[in-house]
């Protein structure tokens, strides 16, 4: 679109403005942030800094770099995800002074600082997957008239955006959780949806004597796959591979698994534990082990860690494990 060609131009940050036009001088610039000495960074404190700009100047002098300003903090008080706060962003600008009154100022891009500014507000709540409501509409309307570039990409988020909302065939709910466990539950339900007969178990590395990492292990694996186990030559080993990344949303779950080939049929059981280690991968191969999974007490494995994420040892005497044949390969 035509505000696409203005934006490297005319999006310019109040830091940036401020050097330019004391280029040259003597004097020092003082840059005040607002939102940098809040002492807690919550919702509260950061509409009420909106609020103070606001309630500061009745012509709302600096909008454009103070909305900037909000957009880059949002993270920093953990409202980028927060429909509020995005229209009480849109409501900082004047209402009535942007809308065109003729066809030229409507195809010429009328006051296209602060268009371009509210697409930016648009494309951010869109990046992080907030759906705007008919409020915003209205607000985008009284300050930008029909004929505005901000409304137009309003218009195609709600075309689009609700298509793609329940698109993944896999749930998540609206906020992820925060437990790491949790989420890894959630990450290996959807590996392993493709088989129904596929069991989840989580358990504790404190249940291996010889375990150096304290950490817990979540294993999955169907009865096919553990008939598949149970006939698996002694003579061919057993491979680690990974770790591999599953995207929940903007978080990452890292998962290993373990391959074997028999009858041309590969045997896949997954594994993700709390620490990714070369340690807890060996706990893992002994809870199996266990976990009505005998055989795998005399078949070698092999550890081909792609970018092991910590250096853990894995010498172990010989009265904890009798007979062990667990190699490492990288």
Same mark, same amino acid.
């Given at each position: #679109?035509?505000?696409?060609?203005?934006?490297?131009?005319?999006?310019?940050?109040?830091?940036?403005?401020?050097?330019?036009?004391?280029?040259?001088?003597?004097?020092?610039?003082?840059?005040?942030?607002?939102?940098?000495?809040?002492?807690?960074?919550?919702?509260?404190?950061?509409?009420?800094?909106?609020?103070?700009?606001?309630?500061?100047?009745?012509?709302?002098?600096?909008?454009?770099?103070?909305?900037?300003?909000?957009?880059?903090?949002?993270?920093?008080?953990?409202?980028?995800?927060?429909?509020?706060?995005?229209?009480?962003?849109?409501?900082?600008?004047?209402?009535?002074?942007?809308?065109?009154?003729?066809?030229?100022?409507?195809?010429?891009?009328?006051?296209?600082?602060?268009?371009?500014?509210?697409?930016?507000?648009?494309?951010?709540?869109?990046?992080?997957?907030?759906?705007?409501?008919?409020? #915003?509409?209205?607000?985008?309307?009284?300050?930008?008239?029909?004929?505005?570039?901000?409304?137009?990409?309003?218009?195609?988020?709600?075309?689009? #955006?609700?298509?793609?909302?329940?698109?993944?065939?896999?749930?998540?709910?609206?906020?992820?959780?925060?437990?790491?466990?949790?989420?890894?539950?959630?990450?290996?339900?959807?590996?392993?949806?493709?088989?129904?007969?596929?069991?989840?178990?989580?358990?504790?590395?404190?249940?291996?004597?010889?375990?150096?990492?304290?950490?817990?292990?979540?294993?999955?694996?169907?009865?096919?796959?553990?008939?598949?186990?149970?006939?698996?030559?002694?003579?061919?080993?057993?491979?680690?591979?990974?770790?591999?990344?599953?995207?929940?949303?903007?978080?990452?779950?890292?998962?290993?698994?373990?391959?074997?080939?028999?009858?041309?049929?590969?045997?896949?059981?997954?594994?993700?534990?709390?620490?990714?280690?070369?340690?807890?991968?060996?706990?893992?191969?002994?809870?199996?082990?266990?976990?009505?999974?005998?055989?795998?007490?005399?078949?070698?494995?092999?550890?081909?860690?792609?970018?092991?994420?910590?250096?853990?040892?894995?010498?172990?005497?010989?009265?904890?494990?009798?007979?062990?044949?667990?190699?490492?390969?990288?």
């Amino acid at each position: #679109m035509a505000a696409n060609l203005f934006k490297n131009i005319l999006n310019v940050r109040s830091s940036n403005l401020l050097f330019k036009k004391w280029k040259g001088t003597d004097k020092s610039v003082i840059i005040r942030d607002p939102f940098g000495n809040r002492p807690q960074k919550t919702k509260d404190s950061y509409l009420q800094v909106i609020k103070m700009f606001e309630d500061g100047d009745p012509r709302r002098r600096g909008h454009v770099e103070f909305i900037y300003a909000a957009l880059s903090r949002m993270k920093e008080f953990g409202v980028q995800k927060d429909l509020e706060v995005y229209k009480a962003l849109i409501d900082v600008l004047p209402k009535g002074k942007f809308i065109p009154t003729n066809i030229f100022q409507a195809e010429f891009l009328h006051y296209p600082k602060q268009q371009q500014c509210a697409v930016d507000l648009l494309e951010q709540m869109e990046d992080n997957a907030v759906m705007p409501d008919i409020e #915003m509409e209205q607000m985008l309307l009284n300050t930008f008239g029909r004929r505005g570039i901000p409304l137009r990409k309003y218009w195609r988020m709600m075309y689009w #955006m609700p298509k793609f909302k329940n698109l993944s065939p896999w749930y998540l709910p609206d906020e992820l959780p925060r437990d790491v466990l949790e989420l890894s539950k959630l990450a290996i339900a959807r590996i392993t949806s493709v088989d129904p007969d596929t069991k989840i178990n989580v358990w504790q590395t404190e249940e291996i004597q010889a375990a150096i990492d304290k950490t817990w292990i979540i294993s999955a694996q169907s009865r096919t796959q553990q008939v598949l186990l149970a006939e698996q030559p002694l003579s061919e080993p057993l491979i680690i591979k990974g770790p591999y990344n599953v995207y929940l949303r903007d978080q990452v779950v890292t998962y290993f698994t373990l391959l074997g080939k028999l009858r041309q049929e590969p045997k896949d059981d997954i594994n993700l534990d709390g620490t990714s280690s070369r340690d807890s991968l060996l706990s893992w191969i002994r809870l199996l082990e266990k976990n009505d999974n005998p055989l795998l007490a005399n078949v070698p494995v092999i550890f081909t860690l792609l970018a092991p994420s910590s250096d853990v040892s894995l010498h172990e005497s010989p009265d904890a494990i009798p007979d062990d044949k667990t190699q490492i390969a990288e």
